[in-house]
């Protein structure tokens, strides 16, 4: 078996024994990258040289009896996180030039615990997407099927790990975001609860709703790398000031008597018939596992995507105003005078989609229309949250679908943004009631996509749910199929 084959718990026993390096592991996994990503496009930017240092540095701490659970894994991040003194671009030709002069909260973390970081990884446009399709950097492939998408936002941190090129990422999760890609690439992806890991250095989109997470190949190293960028940072104003478990220490205690929730809602006409047999063969594995099964209501779903594409909007047009070409970023040479100047660097340096989310969230929060729209939204945000809140008072965890589908065919949908926005149905409510979920491999279609399922937890419960998966994965094999790269 290939290093990059490994897990992350894996792959810490090797090097904890002696029988690899941190220099080993992470030239593997350069050679990898250089192997695979003309197919993929997984990576925006590899820095080879800084990766190899720390690699060296790893393996100093290791040898002096200093290692930590992330001391010398190779690791990636999306490329919306600052990186001191890396490209740092959110997959945007407005942020072509940047370079970080520091690093974010999540990020120092890992550097701290003395991981390797490989580079930056592509992702939609300022993490407006669900195929991973608008990026200035072309497409990211699904490694199952390179004529697929991956999944969007962090779609180059989902097929990253399929791929084997890191041992785990960094995504964000905004409406989906890390679970969507997670389910599509059949690998585990992790959305905490808001105000449970730092924002602080991750480039904004929606800041009610962005939230950082890890993308894996099993629920323990998912667990692994929550317990790295976890915790409350004074850097950040939304951050939680509240305990942060020890993931791992419950991990294996399994689900007998654990009560499962199916909400009816999510178990609708539309859904694929592969992925709801997938879902009923989990659902009979767990039943089997010794969890109760309850059906729940989420009775306020249907307003969902309405009400985020609301909020998402109108949070995406305030937060991307910095981008005038003034302070940093590209700045158009064309221009004649200020105005002109800020509407050639704007029209030139963003997408299509970031450029419609911004007109979008700008006329929800026009003069006369912020009643009718984003106020009312944010009212039923409040009710889609007291619908969880309700239902987690009969239930210890909620299991629905991640995705109608299964990864639909690259250019199927980027011309139908109604349907792309659709794709995110069962994945935005968690975002909007601010709580915690996960996607974990459960099945393949018979043209042989990933299918995962959703595990959605209470507020900073996160442990409940990896132990819910942790169990699922022991009971099943999903997790150790790769993608025929």
């Given amino acids: 078996m290939n290093l990059t084959d490994l897990t992350i718990h894996e792959l810490r026993a090797r090097l904890d024994a002696g029988e690899t390096t941190s ?34 540095e790893a393996d100093r701490r290791i040898a002096a009896g200093q290692a930590e659970l992330l001391t010398g894994i190779p690791m990636a991040l999306k490329d919306i996180f600052n990186a001191e003194g890396v490209l740092t671009t959110c997959a945007s030709k407005i942020l072509a030039n940047y370079v970080s002069p520091y690093d974010a909260t999540a990020v120092a973390k890992l550097r701290e615990q003395g991981a390797v970081i490989l580079g930056k990884l592509n992702m939609d446009e300022f993490a407006m997407g669900s195929s991973n399709e608008n990026s200035a950097f072309g497409p990211v492939k699904n490694p199952w099927r390179l004529a697929a998408v991956p999944g969007g936002s962090s779609g180059g941190s989902a097929a990253a790990v399929a791929a084997r090129q890191a041992a785990g990422t960094l995504g964000t999760d905004t409406g989906g975001s890390i679970r969507q890609p997670a389910s599509h690439c059949g690998v585990v992806g992790l959305k905490p609860t808001y105000g449970r890991v730092s924002r602080y250095g991750v480039i904004a989109y929606a800041s009610s709703l962005d939230q950082v997470g890890p993308l894996a190949r099993d629920v323990e190293d998912c667990a692994l790398l929550l317990q790295a960028v976890a915790g409350y940072d004074p850097a950040d104003s939304t951050s ?82 910095r981008y005038d070409g003034v302070r940093y970023g590209v700045r158009s040479d064309e221009a004649q005078g200020l105005i002109d ?3 050639k660097t704007r029209a030139a340096g963003f997408g ?13 929060l026009s003069s006369g229309y912020y009643d009718a729209y984003y106020l009312k ?57 601010g709580t915690c979920a996960m996607s974990l491999p459960c099945g393949l279609t018979d043209a042989g996509l990933p299918i995962g399922l959703q595990l959605i937890g209470k507020p900073f419960d996160e442990a409940t749910i990896l132990r819910a998966g942790h169990a699922f994965e022991q009971a099943t094999d999903w997790h150790r199929k790769q993608a025929p790269l």
């Fill in 23 to 56: 220099v080993e592991l992470t030239k593997a996994f350069l050679e990898r990258i250089e192997a695979t990503d003309d197919r993929v496009n997984a990576f925006i930017t590899v820095v080879e040289e800084s990766a190899l240092q720390e690699a060296e």
């Fill in 240 to 321: 939680v000031d509240t305990p942060v478990p020890d993931y791992l220490a419950s991990l294996r205690d399994g689900v007998r008597g654990l009560k499962i929730g199916l909400p009816k809602e999510y178990f609708i006409e539309g859904l694929d018939p592969e992925v709801k047999q997938a879902l009923e063969s989990a659902i009979a594995a767990y039943r089997e596992l010794g969890a109760e099964i309850v059906e729940v209501s989420l009775p306020h779903t249907d307003y969902a995507v309405a009400c985020y594409y609301l909020i998402a909007t109108a949070e995406a047009s305030s937060n991307l105003a």
């Fill in 341 to 343: 100047m800020y509407m």
């Fill in 352 to 364: 299509d989609e970031v450029k419609r989310r911004i007109m979008l969230g700008t006329y929800a």
């Fill in 377 to 433: 939204a944010q009212k039923v945000r409040t009710l889609i949250r007291q619908d969880f809140l309700d239902a987690f008072a009969k239930v210890d965890v909620i299991l629905t679908p991640v995705a109608p589908t299964a990864a639909f065919k690259l250019g199927e949908k980027v011309n139908d943004p109604l349907q792309m926005y659709l794709s995110d149905i069962f994945t935005i409510p968690v975002n909007l009631a």
